[in-house]
């Protein structure tokens, strides 16, 4: 296996809230996501979620208080956390999270998206 150009990936995705996996790392995945407007509010019950802004900024409202990320940030939500992401601008995020975590957690609906590799 090559080395991965995260640009070039990033480039290649045209929707927002679809995570593509890159590469996987023992049972987690490397996934590369564009982010713009509000997602749904949702947790994830027996997985941590790992979130680190390469472009733009996004906001991770939470019951205890919302968090800001800007490029260069990360943050991990506890598992059994119910959170929102949201962004005004368009966001690049790269999540590592188990393979098998579906992007809604449990809220399932419309923006529920089955990470696919790229």
């Given amino acids: 296996m090559g080395s991965i150009n995260i640009a070039e990936k990033l480039g290649l995705i045209t929707e927002y809230w679809s995570p593509r996996t890159v590469a996987t790392v023992n049972d987690y995945d490397v ?21 680190l802004v390469i472009d733009g900024e996004l906001t991770i409202r939470m019951d205890d208080g919302d968090v800001t990320l800007r490029p260069g940030d990360l943050y991990v939500v506890p598992r059994g956390t119910h959170h929102q992401p949201v962004s005004a601008v368009e966001t690049t995020l790269l999540l590592f999270e188990p393979s098998e975590t579906v992007n809604t957690g449990d809220a399932g609906g419309p923006m529920t998206a089955t990470s696919t590799p790229i």
């Fill in 31 to 51: 996934r590369l996501v564009k982010v713009q407007g509000e997602f749904v509010r949702h947790q994830h019950v027996d997985s941590d979620e790992f979130f």
